[in-house]
C-alpha cells in the first residue's frame, strides 16, 4: 500500500510539472520584464541626467584637454603630462566625452525629452532641452568642426549618423535656440521643469536669457568667417528686445555639492589623479606681474604657503603634490564649486569685442571695464576692484583700448572654461602662446580634438579624416 | 569509481529476491591474484534477481525455476555468463577487462552509458586526480589532464577564481565556461565581480579584487571521479547551457562495504611561496631626468652612490643609500591545511557517504586566507522492491579575505614592486601617530598600509540539494525523476581606510550581499528493447524545467567620520544598487539509441527550449545531435589479433543552441552617471537626494533569436598490445553563428550599442590522449599519460553588414582583448611600433627630435598578439613499485600572448632591471625613417626611451608566455595489506608532493599563468596582479 501511495503521488507530481512545463509555459516564461529599471521615466529624470553630463563633462575632459592646450593648466603627471600636454593626444582620449559624456548622455537624454515633451504638450521641457541641445552640439563643433547631427540620435534606426558642416552646426544652434525661445514663452504646458533643473531651478525667464546669450556666443564663434556682419548681429541682438544676461545672477551655473559621489569635477580630478597644475601663463605672465587679487582663488599656494607659481606647458618636472607649482585653488577646485556654462563677464566680452569690431569704440571700452568688473563681483572680491583697474596695464583709457586688452582679460576671467578660451584664441590669436617646451608636433599648438576611437572603427565611412593641426571652418574657411 | 559504477549497473539490473527454487553459492576469485573479489554482482540472466559478493568473495543466491545463467559483472573485469546446469556450487574466476570494454562513464542528464558505444569524445578523471593537484579549487586541478581543456588561474591569491574553457569559445560575449554538473545537478560556477553595479562589471574586474569562481566551494575530497563532456555533441541533451561542453562531477557513494563502516580520514599540510619575483635596478635613486625627487613614481633620478644627503619622502635628510628592499620580507610563506573525514557504510540497497571537510589557506600577501567547511551526506534506499531514492545534500561555507589587485589606488604591488632604491620601504613606518600614511608618492597606498586597512572579506553559504526516484516498473522500463537545487548567499565587504587612495582618502565601506538559487527538475522516462540477438535499442524521453534567480544588494557609503569604525552608520554619503536578474527554461528531450551485434553504435537526440530570456515569438528553439561509434576491431573479427585487438571509430554532428542573457530584449533606463575616464564622477541621487535617470547606453532588442553551434567530430581509438598502449584522437570543427552580442555603434546615434545576432567564429582543431605502460615488470610499473590539443580559432565575421572590424572583451581603452575579423578569439589590440612594408621597426633619425634614435609609435592601434595558446601538452609519468608510487606531471604551453601591465609599470618607474643599463649608447634594431637605412644611431636607452616610447608601445610590452612547468609531482607510499592488518586500520598512506616547483618561460619578471580580469572571458592581460605560487604538500591518508 506504502509503495502504492508514493507511486500514485509521484505520478501526480509529475504530471503536475508536466502541466507546469507545457499547459501553461508562456505564463511560466513571461518573466523577462527588468524589475530593475524603469522602461520610461518622467521629463524631469531626464533633464537632471541631461544637464548633469553636460556639466560633467564640461568641466571635465573637455575643459582639461582644451584648457591645457590653451595653456590654463599644464601637466605635471601621468597622462596629463606626457600626452596631451606635450600635445600627444590620441583619438582614445576624445572617446568617452565623445560617447558617454555627450551623444549617449546629455545630449540623447535632450533629444529624448525634446521628442517626448513634444508629444505630450510640455513645450517648456522642450525648450529647455533644445538649449542644452544647442550648447552641446555647439561645443562638439568648436572642438571637433565637423560633427553628426540632422542624421543623429534616431539610436537603432541610424547606427551610423553622417557629419554636418561646422558651418552648418552652427545655423543649427541658432535655429534652435530661436525655437526654444518660442517653446518658453509658451503659455500653457503639461510639465514644466521645476527643481529637477539644476541649473535655473525652473525659471524659464533665466533660461530664455541664457538662449539669447547662446546667440551672442555662437554669432561671435564666426567672426573670422562672417566678419563684421556676425559683429552687427551681436550688436542688434544686445540692443533689440530680446533679453539676455543682465547681471551676474543670471549666469548659467551647474552647480555641484560638497557631498561624496556629487562633487565638482575639476575637484574630484585634483583629489584623484592631481595630475595638472595652474600654467605659468596665468600666473606667471599675466596675473603675478599685476597683482592680480583673482591668484590666490585661482590657484593655491606651493610648498612655501605663500608663493603662487605656474607650471610651464610641457614641464618634465613631476609635481603630483603641487608642492613646485600651484595646483587649482578654491573658487572653481572645491567639491561644490559650480561649473560655469554661460556668464554675464563672458556676455560683456563679447559685447566689447564686437563692438571694438564695428568700430565702436566707446562701447568696447564700456562692456571690457563692465566686463573685468562683472568677474570680480562673481567671485565676490568686488572690493579689490578697484585698485587693479586703475592699472594702465589693466585699463589703458577708451583711446587707448585695443583687441589684445579685451581678448586678455576675457582670457583671465574665462580661467577653467578652456573649450571657449581655445575657441577665442583659436580666432583671435590672443593672448600669443608658446607652444609647450618637448612637443611632439614640431612647435604647433593643436586646433581642433581628434575624432574618438569609436567614431573611426564604427562610423568609418563618415567620419572626417583629419588630423589636430588642421584648423576648423571657424578659422580657415573650409569644412575638412 | 569502480565502485559508483557497479553500483550504477546493479541499480539498472534492479537487483531484487524473488520467492526461488533452488540456491546456489560460490565464491568469485582474481584470476590474476587469486583474491577474493568482494562486491561482484551476480545476476540470474534475464531477470532482477542477484546478489553482491560479501569480503570473502562469496555469494548465496536463490535461483528461479525459469534461471538458466548466472552473469557475474565486476567493474574492470570482463564479464562472465555461466549456465548453471543444476550445480548449487560455481566459483568463479574473473579475468582483467584488459580493454576496458565494460566501461561504464556518465553522460549528459546524467545518464551512464557503456563508453565503447559512445560516439563522441569524452575523458574521465579520477577523484585522486583533483585531489592529488593540492590545489584548494578543483578547477585548477584539471589543468594540463583533459585534452582541450584550457584552465587559466587569476592568480595565486587564495580563493582566486579559475576561467575553463573547452575546445575554445564559442560566443563572442557570453562566458564560454563549460556546464558544471554535480550528481545529475547542474550548478553555477560563476565568478560575480565585487564593486559598484553602476560601474560595470567590466570595471569592477579591472580594479576590484580577485573573486572565486563558485566551483571552489566544492570539496575535492568529496569527488568519485569526473567525466569531461568536450563537444556539443556530447552535451547536446544539455541544449543551451552546455554548448560549450560540461564537466559531470560523480560524488562519493556508499554500500559496496558489503555492511562494514569504512571511515576514511586525511590530513594534509602545506606551504606555498612567490614562484618568482622580478628584479629591480638599485643603482640609481627616486628622481626624474637625473635630478633627485622625493615625491615622484620614477626612478629616473642620479646614481644612488655619491649622492650624499638628500631629503627623503618623510621629510628626514638622510645620506642617500640603496635599501635591499627584499620584496621576500613583504611576502609570505602560505600555509594551507586540509582535514577531511568521510563515513561510508551500509549495503547494496540502504547505504550512505558522509564527509566533512575543512580547508584553510593563508595567502603569500598578508592578511589574506582562504576557508571552505563543507558538510557531505548522499544517502540511497531502496524504498519499495521497484522503487529506489537517492538523496545528496552539502552545506559549504566558503570565504576569506582580500587584497585590492589590478589597477586600484590600493593595490600594494602599485607600491611594492616599483619602490625606489632609496626609499625604506621596511624601515619607515607606514603610518604616523595621527593616523596619516607614509609613501614615497601620492595618490598610491603604501604596500604596508594597503594590506593592514583595506580588507576585504567574503563569506558564503551554500546549500547542494539533490533528490531522485529511480522506479524500475518491469526489467526494460526505467522511470527516474530527480530535483536539484544549489542555494547561496555571498556576503562581502569591502573596507577602506580614512586616509587610503582607492576611496579618495575620505574613507568608504560598502556591503554587498549576493543571493543565487537554482531549480532544476528533470524527468526522464527509459524504455529498452531486444530485436532479435543482434539488434538492440532503447529511446529515451525527458523533460526539464530550469528556474534562476540571482539578486544583488550593493550599499556603498563613502566619506567615514570615526576612524576604524566600519559600518555603513559611518558615512556620509550612501549609494545603493538593487538587482534582480530571473530566468527560467522548459525543455524537451530525447535519445533514441540502437546497436547492431555490439559493434556498431547510433544515436541521435533532439531537444526542444523555451526559454524566458527570448521574446515569445523566439523563445522555442530546437537542436539535435548524431552519432555513430563503430568498433571496427569486433565486426572484422580482430579481438584475437595481438598488435590492435581493439579499436573504434567515432562520428558525430551536433547543433547546439544558446538563448539571450536576461533583460535583452527591451530598452530601459538607469541612474545617470557621469563622469570620464579619469575621476570617479557622479552616482545618482546626487547628495543622496536628486534622482537622474537616462536611457541605458545598450538598447534592447525585441527580435533577438537564439545563437547557435554546430559540430563535426571525428574520433578514432586504438588500443595496442593487450592495452599496454592507447591512442585516443579527436578532430573536431565547430562553427557558432547567430551570434548574441553588444553591437558597439556611433554614439551619434544616441546610445553606444544594441544587443544583435550576428557574426561567426569557428574552432577547428584535434585532441590526442596517449597512455603507456613501457615498463610492467613483477612489481615495478611505469605508466605514461600525456594529453595534447591545439584549437585554433577564426572570428570569420562580426556583423551581416560587415561594417565593424572588432568588439572589445576586456581591458582599458589600451590595450583591450578584442574580437576581430580575421583574427583568433581574443586578440590584444594597442599601439604598436611603425613599421614598413618589411616589418622593419621605423627610427626616428631626425636629429632635432627629442626621440632622436628611438623607434616610432604607430599612430594607429593595431592587434599586437593574442592570448590563445598554439598547443597544450600535459604529460604525467607514474613509477610504481609495491606500495611506493612516484608520479609527476610536466605542463607545457606553446605560444599565446599575455599584456605585461607590470612589466611595462616597472620599465616606465625606472625600476626594472632592465634600464639599470641607462647610460651606454645602444643602436636598436630598425630602419631610419629617411632613408630607410639599418639603424645605425647610437643612444642610451634611459628615461625619454622607457617612458615616452616603450611605456606608450602596447606592443613591446606583449610578451610570449610559452612555458614548461613541473605543475605537480608526488611521492605516495601505501603500507602493503599484510602490514596494515597488523594495525588497527585498513589502509594508510602518506604522501609528499610539490606543485609549480620548477617553471622555464621566455615572459618576464613574472609567472605568466595570471590574468587581471580573473575567471572572465576577456583573457591576455596582466596589471599588477599578484603573482602566482609554488607550493609543497604533506599529506597522511588513512581508512578503518
Known amino acids: ?480 | 569509481m569502480k565502485k559508483i559504477i557497479l553500483l550504477v549497473l546493479v541499480s539498472f539490473l534492479g537487483l531484487h529476491l524473488l520467492h526461488a527454487q533452488s540456491v546456489v553459492s560460490g565464491t568469485v576469485t582474481d584470476d590474476e591474484t587469486g583474491n577474493a573479489l568482494e562486491g561482484v554482482a551476480v545476476v540470474v540472466k534475464g531477470t532482477t534477481i542477484g546478489i553482491l559478493t560479501d569480503d570473502e568473495g562469496k555469494y548465496r543466491l536463490q535461483v528461479p525455476a525459469t534461471g538458466e545463467e548466472l552473469e557475474f559483472n565486476f567493474v574492470g573485469k570482463l564479464k562472465q555468463t555461466i549456465a548453471i546446469n543444476g550445480r548449487s556450487v560455481i566459483d568463479v574466476k574473473l579475468a582483467e577487462d584488459v580493454f576496458q570494454v565494460d566501461e561504464v562513464v556518465v553522460t549528459a542528464i546524467g545518464i551512464e552509458r557503456g563508453k565503447k558505444s559512445l560516439g563522441y569524445s569524452v575523458q574521465e578523471l579520477g577523484g585522486d586526480e583533483i585531489v592529488g593537484a593540492q590545489e584548494v579549487n578543483m578547477m585548477s586541478a584539471l589543468s594540463g589532464k583533459v585534452a582541450g581543456l584550457t584552465v587559466t588561474s587569476s592568480n595565486g591569491m587564495p580563493g582566486a577564481g579559475t576561467y575553463i574553457t573547452l575546445r575554445g569559445s564559442t560566443s563572442f560575449l557570453d562566458n564560454n565556461q563549460p556546464l558544471i554538473v554535480i550528481d545529475g545537478v547542474p550548478i553555477d560556477n560563476s565568478t560575480n565581480y565585487t564593486g559598484d553595479p553602476n560601474n560595470g562589471a567590466r570595471n569592477n574586474n579591472l580594479q576590484g579584487v580577485t573573486n572565486s569562481n563558485r566551483g571552489i566551494d566544492i570539496n575535492p575530497n568529496d569527488i568519485e571521479d569526473i567525466t569531461v563532456l568536450k563537444g556539443p555533441a556530447a552535451a547536446a541533451l544539455y541544449g543551451s547551457r552546455a554548448a560549450n561542453g560540461a564537466i559531470m562531477i560523480t560524488t562519493k557513494r556508499g554500500g559496496a562495504q558489503g555492511g562494514k563502516m569504512e571511515v576514511g580520514f586525511k590530513t594534509s599540510l602545506g606551504f606555498n611561496q612567490v614562484n618568482r619575483l622580478p628584479e629591480v635596478q638599485k643603482t640609481y635613486a627616486q628622481g626624474s631626468r637625473e635630478t633627485y625627487n622625493n615625491r615622484t613614481s620614477l626612478s629616473w633620478g642620479p646614481k644612488i652612490e655619491g649622492l650624499g644627503e638628500v631629503i627623503n619622502p618623510i621629510g628626514e635628510t638622510v645620506t642617500a643609500q640603496a635599501y635591499e628592499n627584499d620584496f621576500n620580507n613583504f611576502f609570505e610563506t602560505g600555509m594551507t591545511t586540509d582535514n577531511s573525514l568521510s563515513l561510508r557504510g551500509g549495503n547494496i540497497d540502504n547505504n550512505f557517504y558522509a564527509s566533512i571537510g575543512h580547508t584553510h589557506q593563508t595567502g603569500v600577501i598578508p592578511n589574506t586566507d582562504f576557508s571552505r567547511l563543507s558538510v557531505r551526506l548522499n544517502a540511497e534506499s531502496k524504498v519499495a522492491s521497484k522503487l529506489r531514492t537517492r538523496i545528496s545534500a552539502n552545506y559549504t561555507n566558503s570565504g576569506g579575505q582580500r587584497i585590492q589587485q589590478g589597477s586600484n589606488l590600493s593595490n600594494p604591488l602599485f607600491t611594492l614592486w616599483p619602490a625606489p632604491a632609496t626609499w625604506d620601504l621596511y624601515g619607515i613606518p607606514y603610518e604616523n601617530a595621527d593616523g596619516t600614511m607614509n609613501n614615497y608618492r601620492n595618490f598610491f597606498d603604501n604596500p604596508r598600509w594597503a594590506v593592514e586597512k583595506n580588507p576585504f572579506t567574503d563569506d558564503v553559504d551554500r546549500i547542494l540539494g539533490n533528490f531522485q526516484l529511480i522506479y524500475d516498473p518491469t526489467s526494460w522500463l526505467n522511470v527516474t525523476y530527480r530535483i536539484g537545487t544549489d542555494f547561496y548567499a555571498d556576503r562581502r565587504k569591502q573596507i577602506q581606510a580614512i586616509g587610503s587612495w582607492e576611496a579618495n582618502t575620505i574613507g568608504r565601506v560598502y556591503e554587498e550581499q549576493l543571493t543565487s538559487t537554482e531549480v532544476n527538475s528533470d524527468l526522464i522516462v527509459t524504455a529498452s528493447h531486444d530485436f532479435g540477438d543482434d539488434i538492440s535499442t532503447s529511446l529515451t524521453v525527458g523533460q526539464n524545467i530550469n528556474i534562476q534567480n540571482f539578486q544583488r544588494l550593493f550599499v556603498q557609503g563613502d566619506g567615514l567620520t570615526i576612524p576604524g569604525f566600519y559600518n555603513l552608520a559611518n558615512a556620509t554619503s550612501i549609494i545603493t544598487t538593487d538587482y534582480v536578474g530571473r530566468s527560467r527554461g522548459v525543455s524537451g528531450y530525447f535519445d533514441a539509441r540502437a546497436s547492431y551485434k555490439n559493434y556498431l553504435f547510433l544515436s541521435v537526440t533532439g531537444r526542444n527550449d523555451w526559454t524566458s530570456t527570448l521574446s515569445a515569438e523566439n523563445r522555442s528553439f530546437f537542436y539535435h545531435s548524431e552519432s555513430l561509434g563503430f568498433v571496427f576491431t569486433d565486426a572484422f573479427d580482430m579481438s584475437q589479433n595481438n598488435i590492435l585487438p581493439y579499436g573504434k571509430l567515432r562520428l558525430s554532428y551536433a547543433r547546439t543552441g544558446n538563448g539571450a542573457p536576461v533583460y535583452a530584449t527591451q530598452s530601459v533606463y538607469v541612474p545617470s552617471t557621469p563622469g570620464d575616464g579619469w575621476t570617479n564622477g557622479l552616482l545618482f541621487p546626487l547628495t543622496g537626494t536628486i534622482p537622474g535617470f537616462t536611457l541605458s547606453s545598450t538598447v534592447g532588442n525585441p527580435n533577438l533569436t537564439p545563437e547557435f553551434t554546430s559540430a563535426v567530430e571525428v574520433g578514432l581509438e586504438l588500443k595496442f598490445l593487450s592495452n599496454r598502449l592507447g591512442l585516443d584522437f579527436s578532430y573536431y570543427q565547430q562553427t557558432s553563428t547567430d551570434q548574441i552580442f553588444s553591437q558597439q555603434f556611433s554614439a551619434a546615434s544616441g546610445a553606444v550599442a544594441r544587443l544583435v545576432n550576428a557574426g561567426e567564429i569557428t574552432n577547428n582543431g584535434f585532441e590526442i590522449t596517449l597512455y603507456a605502460t613501457p615498463v610492467k615488470s613483477g612489481d615495478f610499473r611505469w605508466d605514461i599519460l600525456a594529453n595534447f590539443s591545439r584549437n585554433v580559432s577564426n572570428v570569420v565575421s562580426i556583423d551581416d553588414e560587415d561594417a565593424i572590424s572588432q568588439l572589445s572583451v576586456g581591458g582599458f581603452t589600451a590595450p583591450q582583448v578584442v574580437i576581430a575579423k580575421g583574427q583568433p578569439y581574443g586578440a590584444i589590440f594597442g599601439s604598436g611600433y611603425l613599421r614598413n612594408d618589411n616589418g622593419d621597426i621605423i627610427i626616428d633619425d631626425d636629429v632635432n627630435s627629442p626621440f632622436y634614435g628611438l623607434p616610432i609609435i604607430d599612430p594607429v592601434n593595431k592587434i599586437i598578439g593574442n592570448s590563445q595558446p598554439d598547443f597544450m601538452l600535459g604529460i604525467r609519468n607514474t613509477f610504481s613499485y609495491k606500495g611506493l608510487t612516484l608520479s609527476a606531471l610536466l605542463d607545457i604551453r606553446e605560444g599565446g600572448e599575455l599584456y605585461g601591465g607590470t612589466t611595462r609599470l616597472l620599465r616606465l618607474y625606472g625600476a626594472a632591471k632592465e634600464t639599470e643599463d641607462r647610460e651606454t649608447p645602444q643602436v636598436l634594431p630598425g630602419v631610419k625613417q629617411s632613408d630607410g637605412g639599418v639603424n645605425d644611431i647610437a643612444v642610451p636607452l634611459g628615461q625619454t626611451y622607457y617612458q615616452n616610447i616603450i611605456s606608450n608601445l602596447d606592443e613591446a610590452n606583449v610578451f610570449e608566455t610559452s612555458w614548461v612547468r613541473l605543475r605537480e609531482i608526488s611521492l605516495t607510499y601505501s603500507l602493503p595489506a599484510n602490514v596494515v592488518s597488523k594495525t588497527p586500520f585498513q589502509g594508510l598512506s602518506i604522501s609528499a608532493a610539490g606543485r609549480n616547483l620548477w617553471l622555464s618561460t621566455n615572459f618576464p619578471n613574472f609567472d605568466p599563468e595570471v590574468s587581471l580580469t580573473g575567471a572572465n572571458f576577456g583573457q591576455g592581460l596582466e596589471y599588477m596582479s599578484p603573482p602566482n605560487t609554488k607550493g609543497y604538500t604533506f599529506t597522511v591518508n588513512l581508512t578503518f
Request: proline share 5%; aromatic share 12%.
Open chain 1, 1 to 480: 500500500m506504502l509503495i502504492m501511495k508514493i507511486l500514485y503521488k509521484l505520478t501526480v507530481f509529475a504530471l503536475m510539472v508536466s502541466m507546469i512545463g507545457l499547459t501553461s509555459c508562456d505564463k511560466f516564461l513571461d518573466v523577462n520584464t527588468d524589475p530593475n529599471n524603469p522602461t520610461e521615466v518622467p521629463l524631469s529624470l531626464l533633464l537632471t541626467s541631461s544637464q548633469s553630463y553636460l556639466g560633467y563633462t564640461m568641466g571635465g575632459d573637455v575643459n582639461r584637454y582644451s584648457g591645457t592646450f590653451v595653456q590654463h593648466f599644464a601637466g605635471v603627471q601621468g597622462q596629463a603630462q606626457e600626452e596631451y600636454d606635450i600635445y600627444n593626444f590620441g583619438d582614445d582620449e576624445t572617446n568617452n566625452f565623445w560617447r558617454f559624456g555627450m551623444y549617449a548622455g546629455a545630449l540623447g537624454d535632450a533629444s529624448l525629452i525634446m521628442n517626448e515633451a513634444g508629444a505630450n504638450g510640455s513645450p517648456h521641457y522642450a525648450g529647455v532641452a533644445k538649449i542644452i541641445m544647442a550648447y552641446g552640439i555647439g561645443v562638439m563643433a568648436d572642438l571637433f568642426g565637423r560633427v553628426p547631427y540632422s542624421e543623429a540620435f534616431q539610436f537603432s534606426d541610424n547606427i551610423t549618423p553622417s557629419y554636418d558642416n561646422q558651418e552648418d552646426i552652427y545655423n543649427t544652434v541658432q535655429g534652435l535656440l530661436d525655437e526654444a525661445i518660442v517653446d518658453l514663452g509658451q503659455t500653457t504646458s503639461v510639465f514644466s521643469p521645476g527643481a529637477d533643473d539644476l541649473v535655473y531651478g525652473g525659471n524659464l525667464a533665466a533660461w530664455t536669457k541664457f538662449a539669447n546669450f547662446l546667440k551672442l556666443r555662437y554669432w561671435n564663434h564666426t567672426s573670422v568667417q562672417n566678419g563684421a556682419a556676425s559683429a552687427t548681429a551681436i550688436l542688434n541682438h544686445i540692443d533689440g528686445n530680446s533679453a539676455s544676461f543682465e547681471s551676474i545672477g543670471d549666469d548659467a551655473d551647474h552647480p555641484f555639492f560638497n557631498v561624496p559621489n556629487s562633487g565638482n569635477p575639476h575637484f574630484q580630478f585634483e583629489q584623484q589623479r592631481g595630475q595638472m597644475a595652474v600654467s605659468d601663463v596665468v600666473l606667471d605672465e599675466l596675473m603675478n606681474p599685476l597683482n592680480d587679487p583673482r591668484v590666490p582663488l585661482y590657484a593655491n599656494p606651493i610648498a612655501d604657503g605663500v608663493t603662487y607659481t605656474g607650471a610651464p606647458n610641457g614641464t618634465t618636472v613631476q609635481d603630483q603634490p603641487h608642492l613646485v607649482f600651484s595646483g587649482l585653488g578654491s573658487y572653481y577646485g572645491s567639491s561644490a564649486s559650480p561649473v560655469p556654462l554661460g556668464t554675464f563677464y563672458e556676455q560683456k566680452f563679447i559685447e566689447a569685442e564686437a563692438a571694438m569690431r564695428a568700430g565702436q569704440q566707446d562701447r568696447a571700452y564700456a562692456a571690457y571695464i563692465d566686463g573685468i568688473k562683472a568677474n570680480f563681483d562673481k567671485l565676490g572680491i568686488d572690493t579689490s576692484y578697484t585698485d587693479y583697474v586703475a592699472q594702465t596695464e589693466v585699463d589703458p583709457g577708451q583711446a587707448g583700448l585695443t583687441m589684445e586688452h579685451i581678448m586678455t582679460q576675457k582670457y583671465i576671467a574665462m580661467f577653467t572654461q578652456g573649450a571657449e578660451s581655445w575657441t577665442d584664441w583659436r580666432r583671435t590669436g590672443i593672448p600669443a602662446l608658446t607652444p609647450a617646451d618637448n612637443n611632439i608636433t614640431g612647435g604647433v599648438i593643436p586646433v581642433r580634438f581628434p575624432y574618438p576611437e569609436s567614431e573611426i572603427q564604427l562610423n568609418a565611412s563618415n567620419v572626417p579624416a583629419t588630423t589636430i593641426l588642421d584648423p576648423t571652418w571657424f578659422q580657415d574657411g573650409t569644412e575638412d
